[in-house]
């Protein structure tokens, strides 16, 4: 079954930085024609939106709390999406999902997503 697989979590001190990778798996599909987004979830707390690209690549977003720090880019067939985390804080601290869609051009709402990972614990010390 196709799915998406997060890696790259960790410890990391403020002001540090961190790269999640998004793997797809699965033999046959691929997320390449996929709107792709990442999201986040600190305990007690609604997943919110961090940031998003448009299957092609050529559009992104973020949420305000992220620009300028974090930058999404896609990759290849195999791993098709980063975030690279810049200049992080102690509240960046959640489990950090990867999400993939071919419903929109590109997605702020965790429900105009299909595919979903298990999701990857960032944890930043002040």
């Known amino acids: 079954q196709e799915q998406l697989v997060e890696s790259g979590g960790g410890l990391v001190q403020a002001g540090g930085s961190l790269r999640l990778s998004c793997a797809a798996s699965?033999?046959?599909?691929?997320?390449?024609?996929?709107?792709m987004g990442w999201f986040r979830q600190a305990p007690e707390k609604e997943r919110e939106f961090v940031a998003a690209?448009?299957?092609?690549?050529?559009?992104?977003y973020y949420a305000d709390s992220v620009k300028g720090r974090f930058t999404i880019s896609r990759g290849n067939t195999k791993i098709p999406v980063y975030l690279q985390m810049n200049d992080l804080k102690p509240e960046d601290t959640a489990v950090y999902y990867c999400?993939?869609?071919?419903?929109?051009?590109?997605?702020?709402?965790?429900?105009?997503?299909?595919?979903w990972g298990q999701g990857t614990q960032v944890t930043v010390s002040s």
């Open positions: 999400a993939a869609s071919n419903r929109v051009t590109y997605g702020l709402w965790p429900k105009e997503y299909d595919y």
């Open positions: 690209i448009s299957w092609t690549g050529d559009s992104t």
């Open positions: 699965g033999r046959t599909f691929t997320f390449s024609s996929y709107a």
